[in-house]
């Protein structure tokens, strides 16, 4: 799903009015297909909660990609050692 559209419809909880297709697709600020902006509505009208299980995902996504990062510095950081031990004298 497009998180843009789940973004609008947190907007509109935020602002204590019920998510419709109409009010979530004006609230977009990307042209996103009407079947997309239909399931997200949906999703959100046949479980209530499941609008804020999804909005934090992207953000483990994203400490998962910080977790990602780091892992990789400190391997470059041991291939530098190595390298450095490796060279010749």
């Not at 977790?67 to 190595?82: A, F, T, V, W």
């Amino acid at each position: 799903m497009n998180a843009a559209v789940f973004e609008a419809i947190k907007v509109l909880l935020d602002e204590g009015k019920v998510p419709t297709v109409a009010l979530t697709k004006s609230r977009l600020t990307t042209p996103t297909p009407m079947p997309v902006i239909i399931a997200a509505v949906s999703q959100y009208k046949n479980n209530p909660d499941s609008i804020y299980n999804l909005m934090k995902t992207p953000k483990q996504s994203a400490s998962n990609e910080d977790q990602n990062s780091s892992q990789l510095d400190r391997i470059e950081q041991k291939l530098d050692q190595l390298l450095t031990l490796l060279a010749p004298k």
